[in-house]
């Protein structure tokens, strides 16, 4: 489980942990933490971190949160817990018709940003992989984070929610 590590298809070098490119973190300011990041990473995304070992969905929550969930089923736990955290900011695959969106998005965010294109993530050792097998979003529970991505310059679409 991690934050800026995914779990993907093992179709790019037989690894299913994937980080979030540093320039989505620079772009969307500093996080107070990440709960679902790998122990060796190349960079930082927030002040602190939960690894798998401490199993951040069972952990508290303070400040802002950047959370880059596992992918698969276990996504929904996690966007279910930024929903009820608020000041979080969460990236997953933009999976619009699923359950998980009805229940974790549609009526619990403030916004969302779907990127133009496919992102690239990183191998753990910081190298870019291949592009991400479907497309993803970043999605705002709480007005200011939402701001955050309306001013971040990041290449996509920003959608109010409310």
């Not at 540093?22 to 927030?46: H, V």
């Not at 966007?79 to 229940?103: D, G, S, V, Y």
């Not at 690239?120 to 939402?146: C, M, W």
Request: hydrophobic share 40%; proline share 6%; glycine share 8%.
């Amino acid at each position: 489980m991690n934050t800026t590590f995914e779990r993907v298809k093992k179709d790019d070098g037989g690894t299913d942990e994937w980080l979030t490119p540093p320039q989505i973190i620079k772009a969307l300011g500093e996080f107070d933490l990440d709960p679902c990041m790998p122990e060796n990473r190349p960079w930082d995304t927030a002040k602190l971190h939960y690894t798998k070992k401490e199993d951040g969905l069972l952990l508290p929550w303070e400040g802002r949160v950047w959370c880059n969930p596992p992918y698969g089923d276990e996504a929904k736990y996690w966007l279910a817990k930024c929903a009820r955290h608020r000041n979080c900011i969460a990236l997953t695959f933009a999976r619009t018709e699923t359950r998980m969106f009805f229940e974790s998005v549609w009526d619990k965010a403030h916004a969302m940003l779907f990127f133009k294109g496919r992102l690239k993530f990183h191998r753990v050792t910081g190298e870019p992989g291949q592009s991400a097998g479907a497309p993803s979003v970043l999605i705002a529970y709480d007005q200011a984070n939402a701001e955050v991505l309306a001013k971040s310059g990041l290449a996509g679409k920003f959608v109010l929610l409310k």
